[in-house]
């Protein structure tokens, strides 16, 4: 069973950023296809960035493209997301999923494989 778990979140003002973690246990996080999700008070979860195995792609959502940078590292078995520029608009509870099976990056969340708990993030107008 993978485990994850989320840390990072928190209130910040406009303009601000904040810097999420997802720690995944196991051995074998560096054959995982990594990715981050939220969801907003009734709202669909939507995709936010993924990142290859190695670290060498990723994939990001248009509305965070240039604002938000995905990053893991395999020796700590943890995925990043760094948000800069934050806008009330990125207001929502962001989960890390591990996607196991294959190497594409995707952003359909129901490839995902396990999922975190998630973590809270406010942007205050």
């Known amino acids: 069973q993978v485990q994850l778990v989320e840390s990072g979140g928190g209130l910040v003002q406009t303009g601000g950023s904040l810097r999420l973690s997802c720690a995944v246990s196991g051995r074998t996080f560096s054959r995982y296809v990594m990715g981050w999700f939220r969801q907003a008070p009734g709202k669909e979860r939507e995709f936010v960035a993924a990142?290859?195995?190695?670290?060498?792609?990723?994939y990001y959502a248009d509305s965070v493209k240039g604002r938000f940078t995905v990053s893991r590292d395999n020796d700590k078995n943890t995925v990043y997301l760094q948000m800069n520029s934050l806008k009330p608009e990125d207001t929502a509870v962001y989960y890390c999923a591990a996607e196991t099976s294959f190497t594409q990056l995707t952003s359909r969340a129901r490839e995902y494989d396990y999922w975190g708990q998630g973590t809270q993030v406010t942007v205050s107008s």
């Open positions: 990142i290859s195995r190695g670290g060498s792609n990723t």
